[in-house]
């Protein structure tokens, strides 16, 4: 099955529990706004609307700085997408139209 997954991370500030409710609500709120009627119409919105779900990692993946001992909070607390199609031409099919 094809879908797309908005994952949203956060820092290590508090605890892991209260950070996989930001994350998640972190993740919901990009996902809100893009079937929004702000964010505007786009050709397929009906395929992804049925195939995007939003996810939160809590502070299970954190970036760190390039000394690899600090973690990064500003870049860890993201929201990421991740496209698993099934197809190139289902991958066509939902971005046609759009400009790359």
Request: glycine share 4%; charged share 35%; net charge negative.
């Amino acid at each position: 099955m094809s879908e797309i997954v908005v994952v949203g991370h956060t820092d290590d500030v508090g605890s892991f529990n209260s950070n996989l409710v930001l994350s998640q609500e972190r993740a919901f709120s990009v996902v809100k706004f893009m079937l929004s009627e702000e964010f505007g119409d786009f050709p397929h919105k009906e395929v992804v609307r049925d195939k995007i779900t939003a996810n939160g990692r809590s502070e299970s993946q954190l970036k760190y700085a390039k000394n690899a001992k600090k973690v990064d909070r500003e870049n860890s607390r993201r929201v990421e997408f991740k496209f698993r199609l099934k197809s190139d031409t289902e991958w066509e099919n939902v971005f046609e139209g759009l400009d790359r």
